[in-house]
């Protein structure tokens, strides 16, 4: 690529890239956005909620390493999309979701049934999708900060996290932190190197700016 090629600049960086989709990958994974969270403030415990969808392991894990980072600074709740609650607690002060991404977004049962005739064993989710919870989620008396995150295999179009804060934000949710990427190598994973710590790292930030929201 030449740098008459390269039309969108990292302003953190000298890189050029052709793509805006590619600038914004490499800017969520190396100069991912300050969050007001580097000084922890005392103050109330922050209430979690983390609901996440997976097909292969790959969501879950990444769900399951958010979860363990905010717990160093919150009460946690990790929950299925399947089992997850039809509306939030009022006292919620973070609602944290992610999913795979499925063509170019959020998954829909066509797409879940494609993941189910690739699967060499039974999917994590096998009922409703993060999608269907979304749309029919009651969030009535309650208005917690929001954060997304999804899998997906670097420098493939389209975001299941950023599909999902569009949907959260049209509900007048307020957000904690950018939609965020983790990448696999392939499909069915694993994820690439390094992601599992990096899904950890992120969830301490995101406890650190609930508690000094909260405070």
Do not use: Y
Request: net charge negative; charged share 25%; aromatic share 4%.
């Amino acid at each position: 690529m030449t740098a008459n090629d390269a039309s969108h600049h990292c302003p953190s960086c000298e890189a050029r890239f052709a793509f805006r989709t590619e600038l914004e990958d490499h800017r969520a994974v190396d100069h991912p956005r300050p969050l007001e969270d580097d000084i922890a403030s005392p103050g109330p415990v922050p209430q979690v909620l983390v609901v996440f969808e997976s097909m292969f392991g790959n969501t879950r894990i990444v769900a399951e390493s958010v979860a363990a980072g905010l717990a160093s600074g919150a009460k946690v709740d990790l929950v299925e999309v399947g089992d997850a609650p039809m509306s939030l607690d009022p006292g919620l002060d973070l609602l944290v979701v992610g999913a795979p991404t499925h063509a170019f977004g959020l998954s829909r049962p066509e797409t879940r049934a494609e993941a189910a005739e690739e699967a060499t064993a039974p999917l994590v989710s096998q009922g409703r999708g993060l999608r269907e919870w979304l749309e029919q989620l009651d969030c009535d008396g309650a208005q917690p900060q929001v954060a997304t995150f999804d899998t997906r295999v670097r420098h493939v179009p389209g975001s299941a996290a950023r599909a999902a804060m569009r949907m959260l934000r049209r509900r007048g949710l307020g957000t904690a932190d950018d939609p965020t990427s983790f990448w696999v190598k392939g499909k069915p994973g694993p994820l690439a190197a390094g992601e599992q710590e990096r899904a950890e790292r992120w969830g301490e930030r995101l406890a650190r700016s609930a508690r000094r929201q909260g405070g």
